[in-house]
């Protein structure tokens, strides 16, 4: 069952009542709810918004803002979804902000090329373009797509924990997951037979 | 087979059913092999592009907390009376604005033959909402705004249930007292169709909205609530009621929090704030005055939109329009 939680920021307090619970909690207990949530999921929102802006720091910056837009709020916020998937959706919309506001657009393109290329055997100039174009993909996935595929691979959580977090079927996992992988094969289709090849090789030469 | 179903039994989440199933396609030719092995390679290289965060989310909690005591700062003495005299402006403005509202009411009612009192019921809410205000005057206003629609919708089904719908709305036309002019329609059912609609507010058939636009002014660090809700009728020219940078003031800077659509009949209502997705209440905000042209990424702002559907704000292009869906 996904945390399902409504946030309650009338200034200068911030109140939170567990729908779960059902009881609201006193303040002492919010801020410290407020706080377990900031902690559970800012490793993940931080990797999130890291994958999307391509810098540590900015990242953070993009996960603070939305925590304390969050506190700052001084009228009812309620959220009538997951925590996580209010929280992602925030931080991706967050940053694709940044992005468009900042016009970083070419420090952004730059930072993705010189990203960390260790650890493999394929020519550095294709991995690198193999890179960008995995990169841009993601990029161009719808968020929700997104948020499922990112929580997958680079949060290696399993289809049904996704599912909890954000709140949604586990069928829809399975579907966005799908589409996800759809979408990249068919946007790497240039470079899959040489990297095919070279899978066929390593494979043989393994055995 | 599905890719949904290779991608399930390549990442070990498919059952022992599924996973024979796979294994039969796999082995059936060398073609779904090379299918499979293309998605396996995929999946494998995807994950050279991730980013571990490095960060601590406790170190993180502290500087957050940090940014949250800076602004705690108790209010000055000279920053209240700076207070007071922006509420005695407000109050000067309110006044003003009761008067006018007043004044207007009394020529509504005198054109009014009484045959049509519910809409003179919501524009009267309408026009008083356009006065700017400060937090508690906005929730006063908003909870009569509240009190109308519910004496409107009556017979709703599901009055918070939020919907996916498709309106058109010109860009505006021109300006009237502060106040842009749009035009709004409805997509007819074909069109509808057309962009794979899962659900469309009244049903495709023409239906009066209410569109409120939440905005926050901020003068001297000091912000204040204005909320201007307006309602269109289908395929008439109506007002759009908003405030524009040139009626603040210079000091003054403003936002756009969050617009509603809501459909009178149902009580259906679309919420577009900073978080929605793709589009925010600002880029909205932005589109409809004509401020930003060209695409904005379809994608989610609705409930259980998860299939493989456009779903959500799209600028088309082709007719200048924007069409919500």
Known sequence: MAEAIIFNLQHPDLLMHNDSAGIPHSHADNAALFESIFKTHFKGLHGYACSIVKDETTAEEMVQNVFYKLWERKSQVQIEQSVAAYLYRAVYNESLNYLRHNKVRATYQQQSMSTNTEGTETDPATLRELQQRIDSTINELPEQCRTIFQMSRFEDLKYKNIADKLGISVKTVENQMGKALRILRTKLMDYLPTLLLLFINMKKMIL | ?325
């Open chain 2, 1 to 325: 087979m599905s890719d949904e179903l290779l991608v399930k039994y390549l990442l070990g989440e498919a059952s022992a059913i599924e996973k024979e199933q796979v294994q039969l396609y796999i082995n059936k030719n060398i073609d779904n092999k090379k299918h499979y092995d293309e998605l396996a390679l995929t999946w494998g290289k995807s994950k050279i592009v991730a980013v571990e965060s490095t960060i601590s989310a406790d170190a993180a909690w502290e500087r957050f907390k940090q940014r949250t005591e800076k602004k705690a700062v108790p209010i000055s003495l000279l920053n209240r009376y700076k207070w007071l005299k922006i509420a005695a402006l407000l109050l000067l403005f309110i006044g003003s604005g009761t008067f006018m509202f007043l004044n207007r009411q009394k020529s509504d009612i005198a054109k009014n033959d009484g045959s049509n009192s519910t809409k003179s019921i919501v524009n009267k809410t309408l026009e008083f909402s356009n006065q700017i205000t400060n937090n508690e005057q906005v929730n006063k206003e908003n909870k009569k705004i509240n009190a109308t629609t519910e004496t409107l919708v009556n017979d709703s089904k599901s009055p918070d249930k939020r919907q996916i719908a498709e309106i058109k709305i010109s860009r505006p036309k021109l300006k009237n007292n502060g106040y842009k002019k749009i035009i709004a329609s409805y997509a007819k059912k074909a069109e509808a169709a057309a962009y794979k609609t899962k659900g469309v507010i009244c049903n495709g058939t023409p239906c009066p909205i209410e569109i409120c636009i939440t905005q926050t002014i901020k003068c001297n660090g000091q912000p204040s609530t204005v909320s201007s809700c307006s309602t269109l009728e289908p395929d008439q020219e109506g007002k759009l009621h908003y405030k524009t940078h040139d009626k603040i003031g210079r000091h003054c800077t403003m936002s756009v929090d969050e617009i509603t659509i809501k459909t009178l009949s149902t009580g259906e209502t679309i919420v577009l704030n900073a978080n929605s997705t793709p589009s925010t209440a600002q880029d909205f905000f932005n589109y409809i005055t004509g401020k930003k042209k060209g695409g904005i990424v379809a994608g989610v702002f609705h409930d259980n939109c998860n299939d493989d559907q456009d779903c959500g704000l799209k600028f088309d292009n082709n007719f200048g329009d924007l069409i919500l869906q």
